[in-house]
C-alpha cells in the first residue's frame, strides 16, 4: 500500500494542494486514493492575539486514518466502561469522555509525546492518547492488579510518563501544571505543559492564581479549558459571571476553538505549542466541547438539559462522524477500509475488557505499598494494635 | 449526675446510682425498653437518613427566615446525593443557592453572611472538597467569637458527606472528625441513625456556634425507625451527648457514624459467644461525651474505641488520653484499643478497599483479644 501511494504521490508531484472539493471519487482500490488534501478550518476567536491559527490545514490520509482510529477507540472504550458499570463490574466514580473525543486526539497531534498534560477527572480519554493501553486502563476501571495504578487508584488517579492524571479535585490540576510548565522552564528541554480543565472548574480561585504565576514568570503553559456547557448538573450560564472562558485569562492571550473538529484542535493546539515554547509565557485556548454522557454514571444527564439538545449534537456536529465524512467525501478513505478499522476495535476493545473481567485483584499483600517511594520498608498499623502490616517502596 | 462534686466522689455516686439501677432487677432496663417500644409502635415510622436530614432543613427553614442552604448542585439538581430534593421548588432561589464550584469563595461568602446575622447550612459535596475551605471554617469562623472578646458570633452550619464510601478511592474518602475535633470554637457532630441526623441538625442549625455536620453516604439510604417523638418539629437532640445504644456488661465499643453499625452487629456475633458489649454512640465528637464512656467504663472495665479515620491522632487517641487521664484509667482491666482504618490512603479495588476500613470480624477478635477469650 505504501508503494502505491508513493506512486499517486510521486504521479500528482508538482501540482499544488488538492482542493478537496474538487476530487472526483473514483473506483475503490487503495491506488486511487487521495494521500492528503487540504480543509476549511473555522476562525479562532482571539483574545489580545492579533492572529490566530491558520483556517486551512494539510490532512495526511495517514494521519487522518490514525486520527479517525484513536478518537473511534477511546469511543468504544468509554462506552464498555458504562456497560462495566452497569454491571457493576466498576464501581464507584465514573465519568466518561464520549462526545470529546476531538479534543483529547487533537491536542495529541498539536504536540510531541516529551510535551506533558494533566488534566482532571474526565481523563480516560487522555490516559490513552498519552500512551497507556485500553487493557490497562479498563483494568483500572474494574479494579485488578493489571491496571495502570496496580487497582489502587480506580477512574480517576491514572498516571503515566509525562502524563499527570487523573485529578479528583476539582481546579486543582490548574496549579499542579502551571508547576510542571515550571519544571519545564527549568530544565530547559523546550517542553510545554498541556493543562486542562472544565468549565465548571474555571470558576476556581486557585485557577486564576496559577494564571497570575505563569504570566508573572512565563511559564510554558498551555491552559485547555474543555467547555462542554455543563459543569456537572449547572449550565455555564449559572455558574459564570462571565462565559467567555478563553478571554478569562485576562493577560493571557486566548483563542476560541471548535472543540468538535479535530482538524481545528489540532491546527489551534500547533499555534498554542509554539507560541510558549520558545518563552513568550502561557497561553488560553477554549475548547467547545459536549459530552453525551451525565457528568458521572450516576447522573442520568437528562434532568439539566434536553434528550434532544444531545440528539441534535450526535446529528450534526459528533466529531468522529466528522472526520469520517471530510475523508471518504474527499476520496482520503474508503467505506470498507473504515469498516475494517471498527472492526479491529471493536475486537480491541472486547479482549481488554475480557482481560478487565478477569485479571485478578491486587494482591493483600500489596495494601500497604506505595506509602513513600525510595524509603525502606516499614510497618504499618492495621485496624487494630494486633494487627501489624509491612510497606515496601 | 452529680457534676459537681470532685472526679472521685462522681465517680463514687455514679456507681451507687448504678448499683442501685442493676439491684432493681436484672429485667428492669429491659422491661423499660419493650414498653416503651409497644407505646410508640403505631405512630413509629421507618425514615431514611436522608429523608431525616432533609425534613431537619426543611422545619427550620419555615421556623427561622434567617437560615438558608448553599452549595454544589442544591437547588436544580436536588443536590449530588439528593438530600435537598424538593427544597429548592418549596424555597425558591434566596433560600436554597447554587453555588459555582468555589469552595474557599463560598464558604468565605457564608461565613461573611453569618456574621451579618444570617444563619447558613453550607453544603459541602464531600467534606474531602472542604479541605479548600479549611481557612474559612478555622480562621473566619471557629476563632472569631474568641478574637472578638465576645463581640462577633458566627452561627453557621458546614454539612455533607464524610468519610469512606464504596469505590471513591483515595481523594474522596477522608474521614475528617479528628481534624476538626481538633480545633476549639468548633462544635463537631458525627450521627448515625435517623433519628441522630434530624435531631442533631436541628439542634446545630439553632446552635449560635460554627457547627461542623459529618454526615457519610453509607448512611444515606439507611432506614430506621423514627419514634413519635423524634418526628415533632422541635425535636432536638443535644449536642455533646452519647448515646447508649446497646447495653452490654463486659466491653465498652464506643463509635460515631456508620461504624456503629459494625459494632452492632459485631455486638449480635458476640453476643453468640456470651459477650455481651455495650456500644455507645458518640454522636458529637466535639463537645465529646467523657462522661458516658467513664460510666460505662466504670461497668465493663474493658474499653475499645471503633472508628472509619485514621489511627494516628485520631478520635480513638483522644479518647484513650483521656481515659488515661480521667478516672476511668482506674476502673480499666486490660489497656484500652482502639479499633480504626489502616494507615494508608484508600486504595480503590474492592478487596484491598473492604481490607482499609474495620470489618465486624476485626472488631469480634479486638474484643476476644483484650478479653483473653
Not at chain 1, 497507556?132 to 492488579?145: D, P, Q
Not at chain 1, 518563552?279 to 485556548?285: A, E, F, H, V, W
Request: hydrophobic fraction near 40%; charge should be neutral.
Amino acid at each position: 500500500m505504501q508503494n502505491m501511494l508513493t506512486v499517486v504521490a510521486n504521479t500528482l508531484k508538482g501540482g499544488a494542494k488538492i482542493n478537496g472539493s474538487r476530487v472526483v471519487v473514483s473506483a475503490r482500490s487503495f491506488a486511487d486514493l487521495t494521500p492528503q488534501a487540504s480543509f476549511d478550518i473555522k476562525r479562532c476567536d482571539l483574545h489580545r492575539l492579533d492572529e490566530g491559527p491558520s483556517v486551512q490545514t494539510v490532512l495526511t490520509r495517514e494521519d487522518g486514518l490514525r486520527y479517525y482510529r484513536t478518537m473511534q477507540t477511546v469511543r468504544r472504550m468509554e462506552l464498555k466502561a458504562d456497560q462495566l458499570y452497569k454491571q457493576k463490574i466498576i464501581r464507584g466514580f465514573c465519568h466518561l469522555y464520549d462526545g470529546q473525543e476531538a479534543c483529547a486526539v487533537g491536542i495529541e497531534a498539536g504536540i510531541n509525546p516529551t510535551d506533558h498534560l494533566i488534566t482532571a477527572y474526565r481523563v480516560h480519554g487522555y490516559t490513552y492518547t498519552r500512551g497507556v493501553s485500553v487493557k490497562e486502563i479498563l483494568a483500572e476501571l474494574t479494579g485488578r492488579k493489571g491496571g495502570i495504578a496496580k487497582g489502587k487508584g480506580g477512574s480517576m488517579h491514572m498516571y503515566a510518563k509525562n502524563f499527570y492524571g487523573g485529578n479528583g479535585i476539582v481546579g486543582a490540576q490548574v496549579p499542579l501544571g502551571a508547576g510542571v510548565a515550571l519544571a519545564c522552564q527549568y530544565q530547559a528541554k523546550n517542553e510545554v505543559c498541556v493543562t486542562l480543565y472544565g468549565d465548571g472548574a474555571a470558576n476556581q480561585g486557585q485557577i486564576f492564581e496559577a494564571f497570575n504565576m505563569a504570566a508573572l514568570w512565563k511559564l510554558p503553559c498551555i491552559f485547555i479549558c474543555e467547555n462542554n456547557k455543563y459543569g456537572m448538573g449547572t449550565s455555564v450560564e449559572r455558574a459564570s459571571a462571565s462565559t467567555d472562558y478563553y478571554k478569562r485569562g485576562d493577560y493571557i492571550p486566548g483563542l476560541r476553538v471548535d472543540g468538535m473538529d479535530v482538524l481545528s484542535v489540532r491546527e489551534a493546539t500547533r499555534f498554542a505549542a509554539d507560541y510558549c515554547r520558545y518563552g513568550k509565557g502561557p497561553i488560553l485556548m477554549e475548547l467547545q466541547t459536549y459530552r453525551y454522557h451525565g457528568h458521572s454514571m450516576s447522573d442520568p444527564g437528562v434532568s439539566y438539559r434536553t434528550r434532544d439538545e444531545i440528539q441534535e449534537v450526535r446529528g450534526k456536529s459528533d466529531p468522529i462522524t466528522m472526520l469520517k465524512d471530510r475523508m471518504i467525501s474527499n476520496n482520503m478513505a474508503s467505506l470498507e477500509e473504515i469498516k475494517d478499522i471498527d472492526a479491529e476495535i471493536r475486537k480491541e476493545i472486547e479482549e481488554a475488557a475480557q482481560f478487565a473481567t478477569s485479571d485478578p485483584e491486587p494482591p493483600l499483600e500489596d495494601l500497604c505499598n506505595h506509602i513513600f517511594f525510595n524509603d525502606t520498608p516499614f510497618e504499618v498499623r492495621g485496624t487494630s494494635p494486633w494487627v501489624k502490616l509491612k510497606s515496601i517502596s | 449526675m452529680h457534676n459537681s462534686l470532685d472526679p472521685r466522689q462522681r465517680t463514687q455516686s455514679n456507681m451507687a446510682y448504678l448499683r442501685s439501677i442493676l439491684r432493681s432487677g436484672k429485667n428492669a432496663v429491659p422491661a423499660v425498653l419493650r414498653r416503651e417500644f409497644h407505646r410508640t409502635l403505631q405512630a413509629a415510622m421507618q425514615v431514611t437518613v436522608r429523608d431525616a436530614i432533609k425534613e431537619a432543613m426543611d422545619e427550620e427553614l419555615e421556623r427561622d427566615e434567617r437560615v438558608f442552604l448553599l452549595g454544589e448542585e442544591v437547588a436544580l439538581f436536588e443536590g449530588a446525593y439528593k438530600v435537598t430534593r424538593g427544597l429548592w421548588k418549596k424555597y425558591g432561589d434566596k433560600r436554597i443557592i447554587d453555588t459555582p464550584i468555589a469552595e474557599i469563595g463560598f464558604t468565605g461568602i457564608a461565613v461573611g453572611a453569618a456574621m451579618a446575622g444570617l444563619r447558613p447550612v453550607v453544603e459541602y459535596m464531600s467534606f474531602n472538597f472542604s479541605m479548600q475551605s479549611v481557612d474559612h471554617i478555622i480562621n473566619s469562623a471557629a476563632k472569631t467569637y474568641y478574637m472578638s472578646g465576645g463581640l462577633q458570633p458566627v452561627s453557621i452550619v458546614f454539612r455533607g458527606p464524610n468519610g469512606a464510601a464504596p469505590g471513591v478511592a483515595a481523594q474522596h474518602a477522608q474521614c475528617f472528625a479528628a481534624w476538626y475535633g481538633h480545633v476549639p470554637g468548633l462544635k463537631v457532630v458525627s450521627p448515625w441513625s435517623a433519628e441522630d441526623a434530624k435531631g442533631l441538625l436541628k439542634s446545630a442549625i439553632r446552635d449560635d456556634n460554627p457547627v461542623v455536620f459529618l454526615e457519610n453516604e453509607i448512611m444515606y439510604g439507611v432506614p430506621f425507625e423514627m419514634s413519635e417523638e423524634s418526628q415533632s418539629k422541635d425535636f432536638l437532640i443535644p449536642i455533646g451527648k452519647a448515646k447508649i445504644e446497646r447495653k452490654g456488661n463486659h466491653v465498652t465499643l464506643v463509635s460515631h457514624s456508620h461504624v456503629v453499625s459494625r459494632c452492632m452487629d459485631a455486638a449480635a456475633v458476640l453476643a453468640k459467644d456470651g459477650i455481651e458489649c455495650e456500644v455507645i454512640n458518640l454522636r458529637t465528637i466535639r463537645p465529646m461525651d467523657m462522661e458516658a464512656i467513664e460510666t460505662s467504663v466504670l461497668k465493663t472495665k474493658h474499653l475499645i474505641t471503633v472508628e472509619g479515620g485514621w489511627p494516628q491522632f485520631g478520635v480513638g487517641g483522644e479518647i484513650l488520653a483521656r481515659i488515661m487521664e480521667g478516672p476511668g484509667f482506674g476502673y480499666l482491666n486490660a489497656p484500652a484499643v482502639r479499633v480504626t482504618g489502616v494507615d494508608i490512603p484508600m486504595p480503590y479495588a474492592k478487596l484491598l478497599e473492604e481490607n482499609t476500613l474495620p470489618q465486624i470480624k476485626d472488631i469480634v477478635f479486638s474484643v476476644k483479644k483484650m478479653l483473653n477469650v
